[in-house]
């Protein structure tokens, strides 16, 4: 038997005044996309924006249905549509911002599971890492320097 640690690296902004002028304006993306989230059921707002090495900023945000588990969460919709519109252009930089209208979501808002899964896919297939800054809708703003430093232990195509 053999322990090993795992360990992640992230920078911790205070607010997004903080933020580089590209991270602040992907950023203010995510926030308008999170406005326009259809959230009726849980009334927890995502929105996302991510950044191609085109210069393209492709935006999601959660799509609800009364059926459950038939929505989607931002980050999916994000990456997805990129991959549909701009097949083979890497992914840059990801931003999340999540708000609540039942309460004040004030710490940051990292992505779900299947998210991660679901967004590692697209990180190991350009073979380059992408930044994620992930916020609520207001204060500290978390920025990692890859997407997989978020999923240790990752399941990908090499186990199929």
Do not use: H
């Amino acid at each position: 038997m053999k322990k090993i640690q795992i360990a992640t690296a992230a920078t911790l902004f205070n607010d997004v005044s903080e933020l580089s002028l590209e991270d602040k304006m992907l950023m203010d993306k995510a926030v308008k996309a999170r406005k326009k989230a259809y959230a009726p059921y849980s009334k927890f707002n995502v929105g996302a924006a991510l950044l191609l090495e085109n210069n393209e900023i492709v935006l999601g945000n959660n799509q609800e249905n009364a059926a459950y588990p038939s929505g989607m969460c931002a980050e999916r919709v994000a990456v997805w549509m990129a991959g549909a519109t701009f097949p083979g252009v890497k992914i840059l930089k990801l931003a999340i911002s999540a708000s609540s209208s039942i309460k004040k979501v004030d710490k940051p808002v990292g992505p779900c599971g299947a998210c991660r899964q679901s967004l590692s896919e697209y990180e190991i297939k350009q073979k380059q890492p992408f930044q994620v800054l992930f916020m609520g809708e207001v204060g500290e703003i978390v920025k990692t320097e890859s997407l997989l430093s978020l999923l240790p232990f990752s399941f990908d195509s090499s186990y199929l």
